[in-house]
């Protein structure tokens, strides 16, 4: 793996990341018009790469459902991945009447008004604003440090899997076990997701969590976009 145990910064430990990403949860629910959270994180510069990440959450146990990861370039590409995403979803009996929600990470300027116009022509889907009326989410560094509490009260507690039929479908990458390395992929990412303390001369030093490393050598794009996906999903169950 090319890293084999936590650091002790890492916010989430290796057994809780194990226990995830070996799981194979059934998918139980008689409701056909359950909701379907979708988040994404879109493609920044450098190494990022745009992931959208889908799950339900009943009776507060969170299930991951489809998973796509790719590096894109321009919007064509993106518009490829998403609406790919979307139909693999409600291809299947379970969600094709679902409710999906869409949760737009919008740091990147409009990228968030461009993915609603990419689903304008799919009935049953929504797309969260802030309470500012501003499209998508933003993501900041207090956010942060929620989204990984989040995260870590569902890995701890093993009430976050994945779907035995988990999809991935990505149409970039269609090649042999692509499920294995997605997975490897998405470890590394976990593990890496550290909490950061950055001295001060003057003040109280800074809490910061990232996984991007010192020099931005790794990515954190599919931890962002779960985490986005468990808050304001939970934010919204609250809400009724």
């Known amino acids: 793996m090319g890293m084999i145990t936590n650091s002790t ?123 500012n009326g501003k499209l998508g989410v933003l993501t900041t560094n207090a956010r942060k440090e929620q989204f990984a509490a989040e995260g870590v009260k569902h890995l701890a507690t093993g009430s976050i899997s994945l779907w035995k039929d988990l999809l991935l479908p990505n149409p970039y990458d269609s090649a042999p076990e692509k499920k294995k390395r997605l997975l490897k992929k998405l470890k590394l990412q976990l593990l890496a997701f550290e909490r950061i303390v950055k001295p001060n001369k003057y003040r109280k030093p800074t809490l910061l969590f990232s996984g991007k490393g010192e020099n931005g050598e790794t990515n954190d794009d599919f931890v962002l976009a779960l985490l986005i996906n468990r808050v304001w999903g939970r934010r919204l169950s609250d809400s009724g």
Request: charged fraction near 25%.
């Open 9 to 131: 910064s890492s916010v989430f430990k290796m057994p809780w990341i194990d226990r995830f990403l070996q799981s194979a949860s059934e998918f139980r629910n008689k409701n056909p018009k359950h909701v379907v959270f979708m988040s994404v994180d879109p493609s920044g510069s450098g190494r990022s790469e745009m992931c959208i990440v889908s799950m339900t959450l009943i009776r507060g146990q969170a299930t991951v459902i489809a998973i796509d990861l790719q590096k894109q370039n321009g919007a064509e590409e993106i518009e490829r991945l998403l609406t790919t995403h979307v139909e693999a979803v409600r291809l299947r009996a379970e969600f094709r009447y679902s409710q999906l929600i869409c949760f737009f990470e919008s740091n990147l300027g409009n990228e968030a008004d461009y993915m609603r116009r990419m689903l304008e022509p799919y009935p049953r889907v929504w797309h969260w604003e802030e309470d």
